[in-house]
T-cell receptor
Framework: QQQVKQSPQSLIVQKGGISIINCAYE??????FPWYQQFPGKGPALLIA?????SEKKEGRFTISFNKSAKQFSLHIMDSQPGDSATYFC????????????FGKGTKLTVNP | DTGVSQDPRHKITKRGQNVTFRCDPI?????LYWYRQTLGQGPEFLTY????????KSRLLSDRFSAERPKGSFSTLEIQRTEQGDSAMYLC??????????FGSGTRLTVV
């Protein structure tokens, strides 16, 4: 049973375009939703995160939109650059216990110059 | 270096051999996690420590796997009698409670 579903599996955008990656979760007890960026041969790096009491969070070119009633959240990358080409993972965490992260399967983003 | 350090970066072993990986977390982080990542998948939780205590283990962690964190500092993950299905990237992460994780670059294990 996959608790966090991520789509699309891969995404190709042109430089300057907007990249949008979507995630849906099942467990309403999740209370922290981070996005991670992973380059080949590296571990995931925290990009941006949101808590369910906020509907949107923006950091530079990266924005998370959060829809609590639909149990969905998405990552928007504005003005996408070739250096953004990486695999992106959404995740969810249940705070107060082990705080383990449940990851989506990832989206491989390619930004063409 | 203030990041999470993992050693070795790559390990090739023959089926049936034992392997041990090491993780050095960020020094002030009290929580340490091990995750496993297979090709094309997101990381999956294996186990976690709060200081030196191992507080949770996933069902993915069979009896052949053991993890330790003596004195609440570095951690080791040992796999005994390796199988081809153990081939994966093993990621360590550390966390200061209530803050985000920092992952290491991982140890890539190949069992031949």
């Amino acid at each position: 049973q996959q608790q966090v579903k991520q789509s699309p599996q891969s995404l190709i955008v042109q430089k300057g375009g907007i990249s949008i990656i979507n995630c849906a979760y099942e467990n309403t007890a999740f209370d922290y939703f981070p996005w991670y960026q992973q380059f080949p041969g590296k571990g995931p790096a925290l990009l941006i995160a949101i808590r369910p009491d906020v509907s949107e969070k923006k950091e530079g070119r990266f924005t998370i939109s959060f829809n609590k009633s639909a149990k969905q959240f998405s990552l928007h990358i504005m003005d996408s650059q070739p250096g953004d080409s990486a695999t992106y993972f959404c995740a969810a965490l249940l705070q107060g216990g082990s705080e383990k992260l449940v990851f989506g399967k990832g989206t491989k983003l390619t930004v063409n110059p | 270096d203030t990041g999470v350090s993992q050693d070795p970066r790559h390990k090739i072993t023959k089926r049936g051999q034992n392997v041990t990986f090491r993780c050095d977390p960020i020094s002030e982080h009290n929580r340490l996690y091990w995750y496993r990542q297979t090709l094309g998948q997101g990381p999956e939780f294996l186990t976690y420590f709060q200081n030196e205590a191992q507080l949770e283990k996933s069902r993915l962690l069979s009896d052949r796997f053991s993890a330790e964190r003596p004195k609440g500092s570095f951690s080791t993950l040992e796999i005994q009698r390796t199988e081809q299905g153990d081939s994966a990237m093993y990621l360590c992460a550390s966390q200061l409670q209530d803050y985000g994780y920092t992952f290491g670059s991982g140890t890539r294990l190949t069992v031949v």
